[in-house]
């Protein structure tokens, strides 16, 4: 039996076991399995991190679908045909409006201009009303939903301008965008955008 003064140096405690060979084993399985259960957790936590408030996968150049859009202001409508063959409206956050209508070039950053389109159709119904064929309308979405925001620093590479095509909530390849900036560089005077501001 120890003599009582060989634990003064502990405070009356006495000094603690060794582990077992067998302990150290369970700790790192345990260590493990704990490992196993939090990586993919984590992992599915980073994907779901990685999608936009309508469930898009964020594109590389960042630019997710800005929650409320669709309550933008109008910038313009147009139709195009050709190869895109739609009927389209141009929209634009706070910072985009106020833009257009003092004139201001460049655009500042913070500017965001949506593109959404449609099918031309002729509205039939319409048609019955006037008595002759004369009326078009917007039908199923059509060509996409595009983006571009102003980041002068961010996106200096492509005139201070990201851009993003969502087709059904995804984004578009990386290598479709990069059709976008070759396109919109032959409007430098306007500071690469091809939509007048229609009052």
Excluded at 20 to 25: A, E, L, T
Excluded at 32 to 38: D, E, K, P, T, W
Excluded at 160 to 189: I, K, N, S, Y
Aim: charged share 25%; with cysteine; net charge positive.
């Amino acid at each position: 039996m120890a003599h009582p003064a060989d634990f003064a140096h502990d405070h009356g405690r006495r000094p603690a076991p060794r582990r077992s060979r067998r302990s150290g084993v369970i700790t790192r399985i345990a260590v493990l399995l704990v490992a196993a259960v939090v990586l993919p957790v984590s992992l599915v936590a980073w994907v779901r991190s990685a999608r936009d408030a309508d469930g898009a996968a964020v594109p590389l150049s960042g630019i997710t679908i800005p929650p409320g859009y669709r309550d933008w202001r109008l910038i313009s409508v147009a139709r195009e045909e050709g190869n895109l063959d739609d009927l389209r409206a141009v929209l634009g956050n706070d910072v985009a409006i106020k833009a257009f209508r003092e004139g201001q070039l460049p655009f500042p950053d913070g500017t965001i201009i949506a593109r959404l389109a449609w099918s031309c159709d002729a509205s039939e119904e319409n048609n019955r009303t006037f008595g002759r064929p004369q009326s078009f309308v917007a039908g199923a979405p059509k060509n996409g939903l595009q983006f571009m925001v102003k980041d002068a620093k961010r996106y200096a590479s492509t005139g201070g301008w990201g851009f993003a095509h969502f087709d059904d909530g995804q984004p578009a390849p990386d290598a479709m965008l990069a059709t976008c900036f070759p396109c919109h560089a032959a409007m430098p005077e306007r500071d690469l955008v091809f939509t007048r501001y229609s009052p």
